[in-house]
């Protein structure tokens, strides 16, 4: 069931409800595709549906609820993002692992934080960058160049592909000699930052092979958590009008699936292989018909190619 709450969140103006569903992403994403919401308004587990279209959609179906109610019924359904995974909450614990990464570099892990926490990132955020750390411990990467470069990847995000690496790699070079990292260290971080612009590491590259996989790991996650990061990804690009975002994210996404594994290392495909195709298929098949038959324009690229990480 579709659930609404009052319009009592004041932002740009005017007064927003939240709109979620008891049962599935899907049956809220078809609701809101129905009632004309554009996907950019998806936050999460809930569309924001600005105060003048309450009235409209309590018609359309969704039922009028109390906040508490309509928090209830979205945890009753699992679908509530808990708070671990919500960016904000995530200062603390990443905190640590920058103070046990590197001891005495607390200014460098405060900047590199805040950078990861601006307001315009939806998907690039502090979210992101723990999935990111996490992915490689599974991974099992230690060495430290790695880790330093899974901070420092995003670091500059501002949704240009090519720049922003470069930008971020840079931001190392200047940073990372300021906290007591050797010349090497750094060196190796700033390349390895470099290479996420493009995810094609050399064959015998097991540092690049790793980061890579770890910052494309959100490819291969549940169904739900994929429709999410696909939904961030829109918002973050909410500046580029709606057919020119899909034609390039289409073309990013037929890229990946061409490549035949979508991860380079062995560990990496076993875990996260099957899934990461089953839901580049699945997104592809939602955008082709909206896609066909569209030119790229170098915009639309720019905001598919933030879909690989």
């Known amino acids: 069931m579709i659930y609404i709450d009052p319009p009592l969140w004041p ?12 049962t599935s992403l899907e049956e ?28 409209e959609l309590v018609r359309a179906g969704a039922r009028a609820v109390d906040g508490r109610t309509l928090v209830r019924a979205l945890i009753a359904g699992g679908l509530r993002i808990p708070a671990r995974e919500r960016a904000a909450s995530l200062v603390h614990p990443l905190r640590r692992r920058w ?18 926490g601006e307001p315009h990132r939806r998907y690039h955020d502090r979210r992101h960058l723990l999935q990111v750390l996490e992915a490689l411990h599974t991974l099992g990467a230690t060495d ?3 880790l330093l470069a899974a901070w420092f990847h995003d670091a500059v995000y501002d949704g240009v592909p090519g720049r922003d690496e470069e930008s971020s790699a840079v931001l190392a070079e200047t ?41 494309l790991s959100v490819l291969g996650q549940t169904a739900e958590a994929y ?21 390039g994210r289409r073309t990013v996404l037929q890229a990946l699936l061409g ?51």
Do not use: K, M
């Open 227 to 247: 429709d999410r990061y696909a939904a961030d990804i829109r918002r973050e690009y909410g500046h580029v009008e709606e057919d020119a975002f899909r034609a």
């Open 99 to 116: 103070d046990s990464l590197v001891p005495g570099a607390e200014e460098v892990g405060a900047e590199l934080l805040n950078r990861w």
């Open 175 to 215: 940073l990372l000699p300021e906290a007591g990292i050797s010349a090497g260290e750094v060196e190796e971080a700033a390349r390895l930052v470099r290479l996420t612009a493009g995810h094609d590491p050399e064959p015998d590259d097991r540092h690049g092979a790793l980061l890579c996989d770890a910052d």
């Open 144 to 146: 430290r160049p790695v």
């Open 28 to 55: 809220l994403h078809e609701f809101a595709a129905a009632a004309r919401i554009p996907r950019r308004a998806f936050d999460q587990d809930h569309y924001d549906v600005p105060e003048h279209r309450y009235d």
């Open 11 to 22: 932002a740009h103006n005017t007064c927003f409800s939240h709109l979620v569903s008891d």
């Open 259 to 309: 490549n035949g594994t979508v991860f380079r290392t062995g560990r990496a495909e076993a875990l996260w292989g099957e899934a990461a195709r089953s839901n580049l298929a699945r997104e592809l098949a939602v955008l082709a018909p909206a896609a066909a038959g569209l030119s790229v324009p170098e915009s639309s690229t720019e905001g598919g190619s933030a879909s690989r990480g």
